[in-house]
């Protein structure tokens, strides 16, 4: 079992900048990849960014540019530095944990961001 605790989402303005924690519990030593999906009302939970635990990345179009995704394995913990934040990134954020055969998902922080 692994449990993931987010942190850092909030009301934030147009053009600002916040920055997602999530920290990793558990069986954590057999995480592979870990990243940032969200879901904004009435639409489909998509990929933000996810990183591999030897530190490959990948971004969704939509945020390249402007979210860096970062990981300490020391810590268990994956970051997504958000900046330039528009009304389009208004949404619920998940951290996900891949462990063979199996996916974790945290409870999810809401992001704002107000015109």
């Known amino acids: 079992q692994v449990q993931l605790v987010e942190s850092g989402g909030g009301l934030v303005q147009a053009g600002g900048s916040l920055r997602l924690s999530c920290t990793a519990s558990g069986s954590s030593c057999r995480i592979s990849t870990m990243g940032w999906f969200r879901q904004a009302p009435g639409k489909q939970r998509e990929l933000v960014a996810a990183?591999?635990?030897?530190?490959?990345?990948n971004y969704a179009d939509s945020v390249k540019g402007r979210f860096t995704i970062s990981r300490d394995n020391a810590k268990n913990t994956v970051y997504l530095q958000m900046n330039s934040l528009g009304s389009e990134d208004t949404a619920v954020y998940y951290c996900n944990a891949q462990v063979p055969m199996i996916n974790y998902w945290g409870k999810g922080t809401l992001v704002t961001v107000s015109s």
């Open positions: 990183i591999t635990s030897g530190g490959s990345r």
